[in-house]
């Protein structure tokens, strides 16, 4: 195997198109895990350590831009990711254990597009955007649209993504993330990000995702727009549940059965806007 | 069993949380365990695995593989002696011979220059199979027309590696004398050891001699020295085992790992060669605790009185015995509990099936059977409306009472255990139900435990240096639960000599005394037993040698902390030990030193009482009682089980160390919680789903009650040290049963089967909910 | 760009020249080539932590990190803890406290529990078991490496 450290974006993407067998090393846990257990054996690794933008963290008037290599530790430490946007940090900051926090980079988990992680559907829930680069310049794109199925994302060979951006949303909208898994340091059975907006008691916005549910986060228009409008009653929530049990097609797996994690759509949806409505109290 | 006076302790290091002395290398890096050993000219060794669940071996093409550069040695069940092992029943080749019985059954062996040049050897090999019919389940594995993973033994059913009836009283005729009859089936899973360092070994061949040194992570280097000789056909006298630091056992290493086909690639290559197990190939390729069915019923009167017990145990092994005769053995025994039930009825099987084998664990068949005893008697409780630790004592076995089979309970402290453990977790206050959380229910189980603590030989040498200094060796393996160190107490206390001028020997065949295994809950308890023994020898001549160098009788002498002997009333006189080693090495008498060794008895079994078919003699061991407590919060929406806070009450007869006796409590605490609530295997057609620490998931620091509260009771008794009873078994043996009883406690829902995972709790809750029950 | 990599590695305060092939581990290069075993390996996927390192003062998985990425990096491994003869507080700590059974996860915990008391000097037992998140005992049940490193920070 071959291996190189680029300095520069455009230097990385000259490697990737050089090489067939190139693949991009962010903070490398799952992918070094892969190569450990002899499942991958990439021919070029490209370390993006040393790409200063690709850890910078900018603010602009409508959101926050976080570098590809920021860790998990850092996007949970960054307190510009307020409202809508703090679905992305409080995701981060619960995910995994800590070490996996401390090493793994929201870049990777958005290229890694596995179903069980956490953060790409909070991605997805605060509607960010990647902006990818590739031999043909740069482009933005919805991280919902990103990624198209378990393990695989819509990058194309030699493209890279460099950056994502994180809409600030509207105003008074509050972002949570609630995970549920076997013990504390598992991958979530199940885990559900959402963005809400109340006007009083009454539901204005709701972008609910759900993660570990299917090959791509799970989102509904039709449940959200179940929601909005309504008082978050029981009947509203477990209507807008079942939207989401519907279109769900979960894994069997040693985390929990399919069926289990149906039962829990639902019923984890009703406690993550509660606890989120709380948020928006304080 | 002999009533041996019981001698108190010698200056006060007996009682005393002295740090182990290993600690400090432990937490610098410097300790060495078995991987950590590098020799010039190392090899590295690899197992290839079974791709099939049952398959008929056809054809092994190795050239390939032989053919690789670095690749030193490419070995098949045809390279080796044509022998089968196995602690009760000769079951086991080192490779697979002839056929393969589980997914990840090692078929071959390589040694190559460098682990990644071994593995991709691993590829290169070509097996031919004939795929054959297997079979999963326990019960199944019992039908006429099984698929049989072994040549017939005997008449029963070839499938079958055991199987016991044990019958008291008139079972049959007890139940219309009952007023209140439960029944269940209850399920408990195959748990792992997970024990932190894998499997490891480093096999040295003597290119003059021959004799194989193998340096190796274990819990008995004598077993392994046997099993080892025994599999290669060579002369015990050819083996030498050392043991560097062990990094956690809890009975997977209680039988031969990889040791026996690592010493073969030693020998075929002439070269040392260290094989460490990948975690995947550790978890796949060792062993489990035995998943166990348990057909359970007990009936009782309506003033509590429990009459008669039914139980039918089938204990899966998975494709070899190894101990699974024994873990059933335990099983059968311990299925009446600690109660005095006249009417019982016991059938136990230890049955094959195609999966992974099942041996010693914590606990040793007991947690299985505790498991289904405790919730029963928990419901029976409930449907008496009785408190579930008053229906206990009212049943408890007291000290003189008999054991099924008719041994004696020598020391029935299980009422003070009860009693305690209800003072303790303020039992009465904590039934009424605190509020839970939102959406949380709250409720506080018990169980009550009875294990044994003993289990066959084991011997120790003391010696007095020419300083007065002194040396112990027992053979015996510290598995990290600091037997060393409380070893090392006894016989300090024995002679009474400070810690600091006692040395503990580690393990070495060639010149170790022999020991057993460090399991069964019998380290403290028996080489305990056996260094007091062999100090009593010593302090004879010590005091011996000391009446001729002070002139005075035998009968006025005394010990006296820091090593003296010193006449009774007379503090000015004494002689040190080192004064008198002189005095016996120069003078009269030769070296001081002793040796004592002792088997434990058979089990007692009483004919005329008991009815006993197939209960294979492993010798008895010493009753041990405990009772533990845990509350809990279970979630409503996901079924997920929160253990709050806990409470272990153990009567370990005399204290040798506090510290590391409670860390041996709240430790096998935690894995009676992750037995309870999280640790199984899981297969689908014969293949491991889950054979990594992600897929398997521990315990974390975040996963365990915020207090483990551990309450030692001192009722000295037995052969132990001063009265010593074992504790490292104990602990994990009722926590599956407090759990699922507080579960119940908390929202009426009945857990048969374990790991209580969330998704098994929430499903009774909406079965409850749809009968509409609570 | 070569299948091996020169790199020198900084580790516990001294600069070690290597030669490795860069799909090697840090664990494996620091076990194999550097000879420095207190690292210890349990799973090889990040879900054990006994390979647990420190790299400029953060824990993180030293199975999961490719050796080749530590360039310019200070690493702390569990030999560099110790001042001399002088135990570092932590392990003074696990070693009054009775925490330390096998000892195989202790490399890792102490690391862990040193980078959280230089960010957090008195941690309270709840911060202690979060931080602890990645470390697996199989021995003790945490309760007193829970204790023991608490003990450190003067807090209930
Ligand atoms: C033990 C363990 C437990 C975990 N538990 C959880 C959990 O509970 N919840 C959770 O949400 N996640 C969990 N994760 C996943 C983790 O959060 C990350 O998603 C994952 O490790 C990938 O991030 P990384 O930076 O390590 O990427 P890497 O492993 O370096 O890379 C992952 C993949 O993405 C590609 N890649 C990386 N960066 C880029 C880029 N900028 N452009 C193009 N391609 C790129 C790589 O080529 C590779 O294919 C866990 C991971 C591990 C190892």
């Not at chain 1, 955007?129 to 393990?151: I, K, Q, T």
């Not at chain 2, 200094?469 to 090392?488: I, P």
Request: charged content about 20%; aromatic content about 4%.
């Amino acid at each position: 195997m071959r291996y190189a450290e680029p300095e520069t974006v455009e230097e990385g993407l000259a490697l990737l198109a050089a090489h067939d067998d190139a693949r991009c090393l962010a903070g490398g846990a799952s992918l070094v895990a892969m190569m450990n257990a002899g499942r991958v054996a990439p021919g070029m690794l490209v370390s993006l350590h040393r790409i200063p933008e690709l850890s910078d963290i900018t603010e602009t008037g409508d959101g926050l831009w976080l570098g590809a290599m920021c860790t998990h530790r850092g996007v949970a430490a960054e307190p510009r990711l307020r409202g809508a946007m703090a679905v992305v940090r409080s995701a981060a900051g619960q995910l995994a254990h800590p070490a996996i926090r401390n090493m793994a980079t929201l870049g990777g988990s958005v290229c890694l597009a596995d179903p069980h992680t956490e953060l790409p559907a909070a991605l997805v829930a605060a509607s960010a955007r990647a902006e990818v680069a590739g031999p043909g310049g740069r482009r933005l794109v919805p991280v919902e649209s990103l990624l198209v199925d378990g393990f695989r994302t819509s990058l194309q060979r030699g493209e890279l993504v460099t950056r994502v951006f994180i809409p600030r949303g509207t105003d008074g909208a509050v972002g949570h993330h609630l995970r549920f898994s076997r013990v504390s340091s598992d991958y979530p059975t199940v885990s559900l990000s959402l963005v809400l907006v109340m006007d009083g008691d009454t539901c204005r916005q709701a972008r609910v995702v759900v993660g570990a549910s299917g090959p791509v986060p799970l989102h509904v228009d039709a449940a959200d727009q179940r929601l909005v409008g309504t008082r978050l009653e029981e009947a509203d929530v477990a209507e807008a549940g079942r939207l989401l049990v519907r279109a769900a097609t979960p894994l069997d797996d040693v985390r929990g059965s399919a069926e289990y994690r149906r039962m829990l759509i639902p019923r984890l949806l009703g406690r993550a806007l509660s606890q989120a409505r709380e948020h928006a109290h304080v | 069993m002999s009533s041996h006076p019981k001698p108190e302790p010698v200056g006060d290091v007996v009682g005393a949380s002295v740090p182990k002395p290993d600690a400090r290398e432990k937490v610098t890096g410097r300790a060495v365990y078995t991987d950590d050993l590098r020799v010039p000219g190392m090899l590295h060794g690899v197992l290839l695995g079974s791709p099939h669940a049952h398959a008929r071996i056809l054809s092994y093409d190795t050239s390939l593989a032989k053919a690789l550069p670095g690749v030193r040695a490419v070995l098949t069940a045809e390279d080796l002696p044509p022998v089968d092992i196995g602690a009760v029943i000769k079951d086991q080749p080192l490779l697979a011979r002839g056929k393969v019985r589980y997914v990840g059954e090692p078929v071959a062996a390589v040694a190559a220059v460098d682990p990644t040049t071994a593995r991709r050897a691993l590829e290169l090999i070509r097996v031919q199979y004939e795929v054959l019919p297997p079979v999963f389940d326990a019960e199944a594995a019992l039908r006429p027309d099984a698929p049989v993973l072994h040549a017939p033994r005997g008449p029963g059913h070839p499938n079958a590696a055991s199987h016991i009836r044990l019958i008291e009283g008139e079972p049959d005729g007890a139940w219309a004398k009952c007023d209140v009859i439960i029944e269940d089936v209850y399920e408990t899973p195959a748990q792992q050891h997970i024990y932190l360092e894998p499997c490891s070994t480093l096999a040295e061949v003597d290119p003059d001699t021959g004799r194989i040194t193998l340096h190796t992570s274990t819990q008995t280097a004598f077993r392994v020295q046997a099993i080892t000789a025994e599999a290669l056909a060579v002369p015990m006298s050819r083996i030498r085992v050392l043991v560097p630091r062990v990094g956690g056992a809890f009975g997977g290493k209680v039988e031969s790992t990889n040791q026996p086909i690592t010493a073969a690639l030693a020998l075929a290559t002439g070269a040392p060669v260290k094989m460490t197990f990948s975690r995947t190939d550790d978890m796949t390729m060792m062993r489990s605790r035995h998943g166990a069915r348990i057909h359970m019923r007990t009936g009782a009167t309506r003033d509590g009185r429990i009459l008669a017990r039914q139980v039918r145990i089938y204990f899966d092994t998975g494709a070899y015995a190894d101990d699974g005769p024994f873990v059933a053995n335990i099983g059968s025994y311990f299925a009446r509990g600690p109660y005095r039930i006249p009417h019982v009825d016991v059938e136990c099987w230890c049955v094959y099936t195609n999966k992974l084998r099942a041996g010693a664990f914590r606990g040793f068949g007991n947690p299985q059977i505790h498991f289904a005893s405790e919730v029963q008697v928990d419901r029976l409780a409930e449907a008496l409306g009785m408190d579930p630790i008053e229906l206990r004592l009212r049943n408890a076995l007291e000290t003189g009472e008999k054991w099924l089979g008719g041994a004696p309970v020598e020391s029935g402290t299980l009422h003070a255990c009860l009693e305690r453990a209800r003072e303790v977790s303020d039992w009465q206050r904590r039934r009424q139900r605190a509020p839970p959380a939102p959406g949380k229910r709250r409720g506080i189980g018990m169980a009550a435990v009875a294990h044994v603590s003993g289990l066959l030989g084991s011997s120790a040498t003391v010696r007095i240096n020419e300083d007065g200094s002194v040396n112990v060796s027992t053979g015996a393996v510290d598995t990290g639960q600091g037997s060393d160190t409380a070893l090392a107490q006894v016989a300090a206390g024995a002679l009474g000599v400070p810690l600091s001028q006692l040395h503990f020997s580690r393990p070495d065949t060639d010149t170790s005394p022999y020991d057993w295994c460090t399991g069964g809950t019998r380290t403290t308890f028996t080489v305990g037993h056996v260094i007091t023994q062999a100090c009593e020898q010593v302090r004879e001549q010590l005091f011996e040698h000391a009446s001729a160098m002070l002139q005075r009788p035998v009968q006025q002498l005394e010990l006296r902390p820091g090593g003296h002997v010193g006449v009774r009333g007379e503090p000015g006189t004494s002689v040190s030990f080192g004064a008198i080693s002189g005095y016996a090495l120069y003078v009269a008498g030769g070296p001081i030193l002793a040796s004592a060794r002792w088997l434990f008895p058979a089990w007692q079994l009483d004919t005329q009482r008991t009815h006993v078919e197939g209960l294979t003699s492993m010798g008895n061991g010493f009753f041990v009682f405990a009772a533990q407590v845990a509350e809990v919060e279970v979630d409503e929406l996901t079924g997920h089980v929160e253990v709050l806070e806990a409470w272990s009450v153990h009567d370990v007869g005399r204290v040798i160390n506090p510290a590391a006796a409670e860390g041996q409590i709240q430790g096998g605490f935690v894995q009676g919680l992750g037995y309870a609530l999280t640790e199984e295997l899981l297969w689908k057609e014969g293949h491991l789903l889950n054979p990594t620490m992600g897929g398997y998931k521990v315990p974390g620091a975040l996963d365990v009650p915020r207090a483990i509260h551990s309450v030692l009771l001192e009722h000295p008794a037995g052969p132990g040290p001063f009265g010593a009873k074992g504790v490292a078994e104990v602990s994990l043996v009722g926590v599956a049963p407090a759990i699922c009883n507080a579960i119940r406690h908390a929202t009426g829902a009945n857990i048969r089967r374990i790991p209580a995972t969330g998704e098994r709790v929430l499903r009774e809750l909406l079965a409850r909910e749809t009968q509409g029950g609570h | 760009m070569s299948d091996k990599v020169s790199l020198s590695l900084c580790l516990n305060g001294a600069e070690h020249a290597l030669t490795v092939a860069p799909e090697r581990t840090l664990l494996d290069v620091l076990r194999e080539d550097v000879r420095a075993t207190g690292t210890r390996r349990g799973c090889d996927e990040g879900n054990c932590g006994a390979c647990t390192v420190l790299v400029d003062g953060v824990p993180v998985l030293s199975c999961l990190t490719l050796a080749v990425r530590m360039r310019g990096r200070a690493i702390t491994t569990v030999e560099g803890v110790q001042t001399g003869a002088e135990l570092h507080p932590v392990q003074r700590a696990l070693v009054r406290h009775g925490a330390v059974q096998c000892g195989f996860c202790m490399s890792g915990i102490v690391l862990t529990a040193k980078a959280l008391l230089e960010r957090n000097p008195s941690p309270t037992a709840e911060e202690v078991r979060q931080a602890l998140g990645s470390n697996v005992c199989r021995c003790s049940g945490y309760a007193r490496v829970v204790e023991a490193i608490v003990s450190l920070g003067g807090r209930p």
